[in-house]
């Protein structure tokens, strides 16, 4: 498998559960609130959280780096 596409998937595994455990916790908060501002809500915030992936391409090859918002611990797939 590719790095690109190893990082793709563990980016969006990351979105998905970060998505599930915010949309449950604001649906716990706010009983009776609307399902579609639920649903926006919770990706805004899930975007906010992932991390973000960057390529930097040396001279050994490409490199795809992952970092978090409130991280400085960057994580490298090679």
Known sequence: ????????LYVFLIFAVIYVIVRFSIQAIFVDINQMVLAVASAVITVILTPQRRVIKKQSGDEIQLKWVFSKKVIILK
């Open 1 to 8: 498998m590719k790095t690109s596409t190893k990082a793709g």
